[in-house]
């Protein structure tokens, strides 16, 4: 697994390596979400720090850096992400900095979404003391746009003036997310989205199946595909787009008392997709993420007025950042559902 990287990246992993002979201090991946950055990214962070690196500039996989590098301690090497990213399940011995392992140890705290800047001051030892093995130190951080106001401009101090041999690598889903200032101290890496045939062979050689309505429910992004396929019930999505093309008060309280222990932000994406749909179609006839739903689609985008589209995307954006902690599951949903219900009448 070690020289692993996805089949759309081919061309990025060659032209990544012509940087290696003036490595940059800081380089920023950027692109869409679920197209496999952060593997990238983890890969390339390896075969730097590798000791007998392939002429392909993939890790070899053998040697006693990449033995640590996979089971996450390589004394060289810091991963920067979110608290609520490391609920993963991850290797023997984490990160070392112990963070982690006491917050999700006990706490009734929902794990947080960013990166806070004690996660930014620790890196300062780990800076501080000489490599272990001589060669380059490496920090992985993502998504960049998790960090807060202050670890990003504790970010930005240790950038203006980067300690020798210390390479950062960031990744970001959106760029406009992020501080100009830091911006400017990274040389930018654009990393493509992969075509919809080879991100569909992918998504098939991965076994998932349906991989067609996952991929294009997930705008293309293979891994995000994946991800919904693995997590996602197929039935709950078409409870919901059953209702969602046919929408009633009677329907709306049977759906919301049906799906109420389905996640909630999963049932908002999968409206906020809808009503994109309709509005898309309303607009310039287009139908992105549920092409099979298009007779029904035509007719709500035929019946509703655009402003009531508009008011009910706004509604649904906001419900996005509530739907980690409702009240009740099921309230939640049946005024999610109502709204939408009222909006078509
Ligand atoms: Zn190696």
């Known amino acids: ?36 950055k952060s593997d990238f990214i983890e890969r390339f962070a390896q075969g730097l720090l590798c000791e007998a690196v392939l002429p392909d500039g993939h890790a070899c996989g053998q040697c006693a850096s990449c033995g640590w590098f996979s089971q996450q301690n390589h004394p060289d090497y810091r991963r920067v992400r979110p608290e609520a990213l490391e609920d993963e399940p991850a290797a023997d011995g984490d990160e070392g900095d112990g963070e982690a392992k006491k917050s999700s140890a006990k706490s009734a705290k929902a794990p947080s979404k960013e990166i806070k800047i004690e996660q930014i001051r620790n890196l300062a030892d780990f800076m501080n003391i000489s490599t272990h093995r001589q060669g380059l130190r490496v920090v992985v951080l993502y998504p960049a746009e998790a960090l807060n106001m202050p670890a990003s401009n504790a970010l930005l101090k240790t950038l203006e003036e980067p300690p020798p041999g210390t390479v950062f690598l960031l990744a970001s889903n959106s760029l406009d997310r992020l501080l100009p200032t830091i911006l400017s101290r990274c040389r930018k890496f654009a990393l493509p989205m992969p075509s919809h045939a080879e991100a569909l062979a992918w998504l098939k050689s991965q076994g998932v199946a349906d991989a067609d309505s996952w991929l294009r429910e997930q705008g293309g992004a293979p891994l995000a595909a994946m991800a919904q396929a693995e997590v996602g019930n197929r039935d709950d999505l078409e409870v919901l787009l059953q209702l969602l093309a046919h929408p009633s008060v009677e329907g709306a309280l049977k759906v919301a008392d049906k799906l109420q222990k389905v996640p909630l932000s999963a049932q908002v994406s999968w409206l906020q ?21 298009r007779k029904e689609l035509a007719s709500l985008a035929a019946k509703i007025h655009v402003s009531r589209l508009l008011a009910a995307i706004k509604g649904a954006n906001e419900r996005r950042a509530t739907a980690d902690h409702p009240l009740s599951p099921k309230l939640f949903l049946e005024d999610m559902l109502l709204d939408y219900a009222a909006c078509c009448a």
């Open 1 to 36: 697994m070690s020289n692993f990287i996805y089949p759309w990246q081919e061309a990025s992993w060659q032209q990544l390596q012509l940087l290696r002979q003036r490595m940059p201090h800081a380089i920023l991946f950027h692109g869409a979400a679920g197209i496999g």
């Open 273 to 293: 997709r809808w009503l994109y749909d309709v509005f898309s179609y309303k607009l310039a006839g287009n139908i992105r993420y549920y092409p099979r739903y």
